[in-house]
């Protein structure tokens, strides 16, 4: 999985667990219906938390594209001087999953112990994976 | 009811009172999950093991292959469009329920992104 795929792919899940949780959110409100998902603190909370997980990728992704062509590339070098450009990879997108694990974590298993482990190493994984995703893209030889 | 035409009061009566034919059939429902609370649970666990089971076993038949990340995605929001009109009416669906079909959601989804190879989305 190359670094645009997997960062694409976060993203996407991000967008996708928003676009779920609202879609659920709304047929409530117009509906007046009995049952609502807003009621759910953990929903409201994974929510607002990938929301502003996705609102600071954009701002970042903001300031990267800006640092990026403000940056400069010394004669016979291959790579960039600063890494900034990669952050948005290795910073909030990682925090989407996590919000999305941990949502699962406390839903579908309990918050049991012995699950918790699973997400934990699962969500590590996937931080190692942006960060050296993102050291491979800067040292000049990305997939 | 009374009403006024051309300046002379009428009394007006209803001719035939139509009836609510269908006024006692939600209350057959909202009984039964109250004597089985896991009926609906389990209804929409059968919801989402057709559309899985079904889809991913028509398409290895069709093209020899299955796609279950996708399988699992279509299954789940079938089982969430079924759940949420179930909402409207007390007594039929607890918001733990649906808070789990809502994760189960979002984790097949999260299966379906993570599993795309390089030329797919």
Do not use: H
Request: with cysteine; hydrophobic share 50%.
């Amino acid at each position: 999985m190359g670094l645009i795929q997997y960062s694409g792919s976060i993203l996407l899940v991000g967008l996708f667990a928003i676009a779920i949780i609202s879609f659920a959110i709304g047929f409530a409100d117009d509906n007046n219906a009995i049952i609502d998902l807003e009621d759910d603190s953990l929903i409201s909370n994974a929510k607002t938390g990938i929301q502003g997980n996705l609102t600071v990728y954009y701002s970042d992704t903001n300031e990267s594209s800006k640092a990026f062509t403000e940056s400069t590339i010394a004669a016979g070098s291959d790579t960039f001087e600063s890494g900034g450009v990669w952050k948005t990879m290795t910073g909030t997108l990682p925090d989407t999953m996590t919000n999305a694990f941990s949502l699962a974590y406390t839903r579908v298993f309990g918050g049991d112990v012995s699950f918790g482990i699973i997400f934990t190493v699962l969500a590590s994984f996937l931080t190692i994976l942006a960060v050296l995703y993102g050291w491979k893209a800067w040292r000049g030889n990305p997939d | 009811m009374v009403g006024k035409l051309g300046g002379v009061i009428q009394i007006k009566m209803p001719l035939y009172n139509v009836p609510n034919m269908t006024g006692e059939i939600d209350s057959a429902l909202v009984e039964t999950v109250a004597e089985v609370p896991s009926f609906i649970p389990m209804f929409l666990f059968f919801i989402f093991c057709m559309v899985f089971l079904g889809g991913s076993i028509s398409q290895k038949r069709r093209t020899g292959i299955t796609d279950l990340p996708m399988w699992a995605t279509i299954g789940s929001i079938a089982t969430l469009l079924v759940s949420l009109p179930l909402t409207m009416t007390g007594g039929l669906i607890q918001i733990d329920i649906l808070a789990i079909v809502v994760t189960v959601t979002i984790f097949s989804g999260i299966w379906l992104f993570l599993s795309r190879s390089r030329r797919e989305v």
